[in-house]
């Protein structure tokens, strides 16, 4: 799928990712939920599907939190309070604790529910906004929220359809 360039292309690349994503959510047996056997996103590390789901979740309520600060006109700490871009393992690694203690169903209707947040949000914002003007370095707020939200879903529909065939 070609990047995004527009608001039209971004919700369609969320949407149709997400959907794809779903899909093999929803072929793991729920006894394999918190199997830790796949690889992580940290080298040398092991996660589970619950995991992927909670970095997915992670990252889009992080979106949804960088575009809410900048409406208020708000300085962001990118990408979080406490991390910077080159400690990406570590706030993977805070994403999972985060929502450790959250079934897999849990996990499932909130990464739905943010999704949806994140479809209205990006909706309500023109496409001047999104990819008129950089937001972070050279980046405009779409191909931020891409990088953040289609391109994690694609990510992880290979490590999961992967990870289902061993």
Known sequence: MAIPASKDALLSAISINFDKLMNDLLRIPESRVYEYSMEGHQAGTRICPANLVSYLLGWNELVLKWLRQDDKGEPIDFPETGFQWNQ???????????????????????????????????????????????????????????????????????????????
């Open 88 to 166: 990406l393992g570590l706030l993977a690694q805070k994403f999972y604790a985060d929502y450790q203690s959250l079934r897999w169903d849990e996990l499932m209707k909130r990464l739905t529910e943010v999704k949806t947040e994140l479809i209205k949000t990006i909706s309500n914002r023109s496409n001047e906004e999104l990819y008129g003007v950089s937001w972070v370095g050279k980046w405009t707020k779409g191909r931020m929220i891409q990088l953040n939200t289609s391109s994690p879903y694609s990510n992880a529909r290979g490590r999961i359809r992967k990870w289902l065939r061993t």
